[in-house]
């Protein structure tokens, strides 16, 4: 019985995703994820994203999206970010992503064992100059091995 409850909510939450992605279409700049081998990110591996960027007049959101098992042993995980623009400059920026509570539990949704977190990295910002632009990803936390992270990824979209 409880199989076929994780089952129907599994198929649910797949089922929402693909009407949100149905939805947002027209609107979606780049969605990519990671997947990191034996769940497991290490300090030294940076995930790169790159993408274009043609209309300077929109408003666009970044989410960082986080698959993230029951095993993580943290309540937060640090981000180090940095951004290329065409012109060439970069900036880096260190991001304190916030994922459970003092108990452990997880902010996202938890479905099987599992944690999905969808976080903000830019909220409706003009993103001014047209061209290829570049993200890296690493982890910055003081250990070497962060365990227990299945998936790490980024959307952008427009804003209507």
């Known amino acids: 019985m409880a199989t076929n409850l994780?089952?129907?909510?599994?198929?649910?939450?797949?089922?929402?995703?693909f009407l949100n992605n149905s939805c947002t279409e027209n609107t979606l700049i780049i969605n990519k994820i990671y997947t990191l081998k034996d769940e497991i990110w290490?300090?030294?591996?940076?995930l790169n994203f790159k993408f274009t960027?043609?209309?300077?007049?929109?408003?666009?959101?970044i989410f960082l999206y986080l698959k993230i098992t029951n095993s993580y042993?943290?309540?937060?995980?640090?981000?180090?970010?940095?951004?290329?623009?065409p012109n060439g400059d970069n900036f880096r920026d260190t991001i304190n992503c916030i994922?459970?509570?003092?108990?452990?539990?997880?902010?996202?949704?938890s479905l099987l064992g599992l944690n999905f977190e969808n976080?903000?990295?830019i909220k409706q910002q003009k993103?001014?100059?047209k061209?290829?632009?570049?993200?890296?990803l690493e982890q910055g936390l003081r250990t070497v091995v962060i365990k227990g992270i299945k998936n790490v990824g980024i959307r952008i979209e427009k804003v209507k």
């Open 99 to 109: 994922l459970a509570d003092e108990r452990g539990y997880f902010y996202g949704t």
């Open 119 to 121: 976080l903000f990295l």
């Open 53 to 61: 960027i043609v209309d300077t007049s929109s408003v666009y959101n």
């Open 73 to 85: 042993p943290k309540r937060n995980l640090y981000i180090f970010a940095t951004y290329a623009f």
């Open 6 to 17: 994780a089952y129907c909510k599994l198929l649910i939450f797949n089922l929402l995703i």
């Open 42 to 46: 290490h300090r030294d591996s940076t």
């Open 127 to 129: 993103l001014n100059q």
């Open 131 to 136: 061209g290829v632009y570049k993200l890296k």
